[in-house]
C-alpha cells in the first residue's frame, strides 16, 4: 500500500498550494482520504491525477457545480458530452474576445461602428417590393395584422433581395419566442435568428444614401478581415421607423463545433 500523504507532501507533489486544495476540501471537490491520529489531512497517491484534473478545468473556467458533476459521474458518455459542452462554450468565449480585440485594435469608434450582442430571435418574415425609403407603408401594414393577432413585435428589420429602382425585399418582425402563429398570411418564412456578434453602423443620412451605409460597412468588414455569417441587415426601432442601425453578423454566439 501505498504511502499516503501530509497536505505539504501533498502540495509539494502536485505543485498546488495548501490554501488551494483547503478551497477544493471546503467545495467538496477534493477531500483528504482520511485524518491522522493528529488531525492532519492525508491524501492518497490516486488524488494526484484528480486534483491536477480539477486545476485544468478551474483555469479553464469550468464552474464548480459542473466539476462537481463530472466527478461524482460514472457514465463515460456522460463525462465525454460534459467535456464537448465545455469545449464549446471555450470556444464561444474565445471568439468573442478574439471579435473585441480585433475591434479594439481597429479604432472602429472613429467609424461610428460599434458592436453589439444580439440575442437569438424569433422573426417572422414577409416579401415586399418598394422604392428606396418607402418601406414604411408595408412595415405599417403587416404591423397591424400581427397586433390584429394579439402578437406584439420587439424589432423590425429589412433584408435586402434584389433591383435598384423598384426594391425586392424581406421584411421581418422580431416576436416573443412563445408567439403563436395563426391567422396570418403570406407568410414568407419564419426564421429562428441564433444569437450573434454583429457589426454595426447607426444611420442617420436620407434614406437614398442607404446604398452609401452597405459600402462603408462592408468595407471595414473587408479591411479588418471580418467574415460575415449572413448579409447586411437594416434593423429598425420606433413607431415611425426613424432609428435605424445596419447590422452585419460576423460570429453566430452558441453554435456546435465547426
Not at 509539494?12 to 471537490?29: H, M, V
Not at 402578437?151 to 416573443?176: D, M, T, W
Not at 435568428?193 to 453602423?201: F, T
Not at 434614406?207 to 429598425?236: C, F, M, N
Request: glycine share 6%; with cysteine.
Amino acid at each position: 500500500m501505498n504511502k499516503l500523504m501530509t497536505i505539504q507532501e501533498f502540495s509539494d507533489r502536485t505543485g498546488i498550494p495548501k490554501s488551494t486544495l483547503r478551497f477544493y476540501e471546503s467545495k467538496k471537490l477534493l477531500l483528504p482520504i482520511e485524518r491522522g491520529l493528529n488531525g492532519y489531512r492525508l491524501y492518497a497517491n490516486h488524488q494526484v491525477a484528480i486534483v491536477k484534473l480539477i486545476t485544468t478545468l478551474r483555469i479553464a473556467d469550468v464552474p464548480i457545480s459542473e466539476i462537481q458533476n463530472y466527478l461524482q459521474e460514472h457514465d463515460e458518455s456522460v463525462r465525454q458530452n460534459m467535456m464537448s459542452e465545455w469545449v464549446r462554450t471555450i470556444r464561444n468565449k474565445r471568439d468573442l474576445l478574439d471579435v473585441s480585440l480585433r475591434y479594439l485594435e481597429s479604432d472602429s469608434i472613429r467609424d461610428d461602428i460599434y458592436l453589439i450582442d444580439k440575442n437569438d430571435e424569433k422573426i417572422i418574415w414577409f416579401v415586399e417590393q418598394s422604392t428606396t425609403g418607402k418601406f414604411g407603408e408595408h412595415f405599417v401594414k403587416r404591423a397591424n395584422e400581427l397586433k390584429q393577432c394579439n402578437i406584439r413585435i420587439k424589432s423590425y428589420y429589412l433584408n435586402y433581395i434584389s433591383g435598384r429602382e423598384v426594391i425586392k425585399a424581406q421584411i421581418g418582425f422580431g416576436v416573443p419566442d412563445d408567439t403563436k402563429i395563426n391567422g396570418l398570411t403570406e407568410i414568407d418564412f419564419i426564421e429562428h435568428m441564433p444569437a450573434c456578434i454583429c457589426l454595426a453602423l447607426p444611420f442617420k443620412e436620407h434614406p437614398t444614401k442607404l446604398k452609401d451605409g452597405y459600402q462603408k460597412l462592408l468595407q471595414y468588414a473587408l479591411q479588418h478581415k471580418w467574415v460575415p455569417t449572413r448579409s447586411i441587415l437594416e434593423w429598425y426601432r420606433g413607431e415611425d421607423f426613424t432609428q435605424l442601425d445596419l447590422l452585419l453578423p460576423v460570429i453566430q454566439v452558441g453554435q456546435g463545433d465547426k
